[in-house]
C-alpha cells in the first residue's frame, strides 16, 4: 500500500505562475483534505472533500481550487502564485465513518515545501 | 464549528522523565475522535495516539498515554520515559464520528524538546 501520495516535494514558483500539487490514495478513502503549514505554524485546511464530485472550502480558501473528479485523486491547484502561498502542503485521507484501529484516523502525505518568489 | 486548543506553544522534558502535554476542545457532539499527531523534523505526520469519545478508558500506546475527560473537554497527553526522538510539534485534533461535513481540526501544536 502506497498511503498518501503527493507530488512534486519541493517545487519554487514565479509570481503570477499557477500549478497543481497532485495527491492520490489507494486506501479508498471518502474523505480527503489539503492543510497548508506555515513555518513554526498548525496546519490550516485549505479545501476538503466527502467524496466524488463533492468539495468544500476550509479555513483559508482564497487563491486555491480542487476537484474531485475520483475517489482516488485530489488536486489543488493554485491560480497567480502570491509570496503569501509559501508554505508546506499536505494532502489526507481519511474514511467517513469507521471504528477501530485503521478506521478513524487521517493518514498524510509526506508534503510538498513550495515557495513562491 | 468544532475548536482544538493547545495552550503550550513549546515544552522541554529532561531524558527519561515523563512530560504531559494538553489538550481541550469545543464540541457539542457526543461522539468522536481525538487523535494526538507527532510531527519530527522530517516534516511526516505521524500518528502517536487515537482515543474513541465513547470509550471510557484511556487509550495508550507503550510509552504514550492519554488524560481523557469527556465532560471537561479534555485530552492530554502523557510521554513517559522520553526519548530524544521524542523531540517533535505534538498537534492534538479532533474530528466528528457522525458528522460527514466536519472535517479534521487540528490544534496549533505543541514544540517538544528533550534534553539530554
Known amino acids: 500500500n502506497a498511503g498518501v501520495t503527493q507530488t512534486p516535494k519541493f517545487r519554487i514558483l514565479k509570481i503570477g505562475q499557477s500549478m497543481t500539487l497532485q495527491c492520490t490514495q489507494d486506501?479508498?478513502?471518502?474523505?480527503m483534505y489539503w492543510y497548508r503549514q506555515d513555518p513554526g505554524m498548525g496546519l490550516k485546511l485549505i479545501y476538503y472533500?466527502?467524496?466524488?464530485?463533492?468539495?468544500d472550502k476550509g479555513e483559508v480558501p482564497n487563491g486555491y481550487n480542487v476537484s474531485r473528479s475520483t475517489t482516488e485523486d485530489f488536486p489543488l491547484r493554485l491560480e497567480l502564485a502570491a509570496p503569501s502561498q509559501t508554505s508546506v502542503y499536505f494532502c489526507?485521507?481519511?474514511?467517513?465513518?469507521?471504528?477501530?484501529?485503521?478506521?478513524?484516523?487521517?493518514?498524510f502525505g509526506q508534503g510538498t515545501r513550495l515557495t513562491v518568489v | 464549528a468544532q475548536t482544538v486548543t493547545q495552550s503550550q506553544p513549546e515544552m522541554s522534558v529532561q531524558e527519561a522523565e515523563t512530560v504531559t502535554l494538553s489538550c481541550t476542545y469545543d464540541?457539542?457532539?457526543?461522539?468522536?475522535?481525538l487523535f494526538w499527531y507527532k510531527q519530527p523534523p522530517s516534516r511526516q505526520m505521524i500518528l502517536v495516539i487515537r482515543q474513541e469519545a465513547y470509550k471510557q478508558q484511556n487509550a495508550t500506546e507503550n510509552r504514550f498515554s492519554v488524560n481523557f475527560q469527556k465532560a471537561a473537554k479534555s485530552f492530554s497527553l502523557k510521554i513517559s520515559d522520553s526519548q530524544l526522538g521524542d523531540a517533535a510539534m505534538y498537534f492534538c485534533?479532533?474530528?466528528?464520528?457522525?458528522?460527514?461535513?466536519?472535517?479534521?481540526?487540528f490544534g496549533k501544536g505543541t514544540r517538544l524538546s528533550v534534553i539530554a
Open positions: 486506501m479508498n478513502h471518502n474523505y
Open positions: 472533500s466527502v467524496g466524488a464530485g463533492i468539495t
Open positions: 485534533a479532533y474530528r466528528s464520528a457522525t458528522s460527514g461535513n466536519t472535517p479534521l481540526v
Open positions: 464540541t457539542s457532539e457526543s461522539d468522536y475522535y
Open positions: 489526507a485521507s481519511s474514511y467517513l465513518y469507521g471504528t477501530g484501529e485503521g478506521n478513524t484516523e487521517a493518514f
